[in-house]
């Protein structure tokens, strides 16, 4: 059973919150949602509970603003092997571009609450599969995120305790996403600029780059070490009192 000693030394805001959060972020097909799922079990199987969460869009606020996207003729659809693809190129139009990202957050931070923040005050263990580092990522990569609103983005959402970005060329993203049954309809982009940016964003935000070619088992061992480690070096230890909700 492994659950929060006293006296960890964690203070501040990772101190409210008791809780500890694992992230994966990447590119589409990075092997991001198996990991998530792997560990989870794998947490489970050593009587150790967590929540897990997804945070990548899904339209509910922000769905009358894609209505009018699509509207104006900003967002185009194509099929590419059966396999159903979604672009929208807001950078024609200044004033879109610059709701955009407010218009992200409108579903993402409502979303990270509930699932994210509200669980880690309870002190639980929460495994993310996507986070604001993949919303980062996306909006770096169409050039419509300011410092500002990076900043609040950052601000906004518990930060990671363990981030792993799942690395992998854009050949194998790309092959990935052609693979029928993934998703109903996927985002189109520019897979190697898009990987450029996750790589810098790793580097800034000190994740710990996976690389998601390599065999699938030893990185799941790496992530499942690396994860304890950190629940043990956060206060989470063996105590007969611990949660295992």
Request: charged share 25%.
């Amino acid at each position: 059973m492994l659950g929060r000693t006293r006296g960890s030394g964690r203070t501040g805001k990772a101190e409210m919150s008791h809780g500890f959060l694992v992230t994966f972020s990447g590119l589409d097909g990075s092997g991001k949602s198996s990991q998530a799922v792997t560990l989870q079990r794998s947490l489970a199987g050593r009587n150790i509970s967590a929540a897990r969460a997804w945070a990548g869009q899904k339209p509910i606020l922000s769905y009358p603003f894609l209505a009018l996207v699509r509207f104006l003729g900003y967002t185009h659809r194509r099929k590419i092997q059966g396999v159903a693809f979604v672009e929208r190129d807001l950078r024609r139009n200044r004033a879109l571009a610059r709701l955009w990202p407010l218009v992200l957050a409108l579903d993402f931070v409502p979303k990270t609450v509930v699932s994210v923040r509200l669980p880690l005050r309870k002190g639980r263990i929460v495994i993310c599969d996507r986070y604001v580092y993949d919303l980062l990522a996306e909006l770096l990569h169409e050039g419509m995120l300011g410092e500002r609103t990076k900043r609040m983005l950052i601000e906004l959402t518990p930060r990671a305790d363990l981030a792993f970005l799942m690395d992998v060329d854009e050949k194998l993203a790309w092959e990935r996403a052609l693979v029928p049954g993934r998703a109903r309809e996927q985002p189109y982009y520019d897979l190697f600029q898009r990987r450029k940016v996750y790589l810098e964003l790793g580097r800034e935000m000190g994740m710990v780059v996976m690389n998601g070619q390599g065999d699938v088992e030893q990185n799941h061992r790496m992530i499942l070490t690396k994860t304890m480690d950190g629940l043990m070096k956060a206060g989470f230890g063996d105590n007969s009192k611990g949660r295992t909700e």
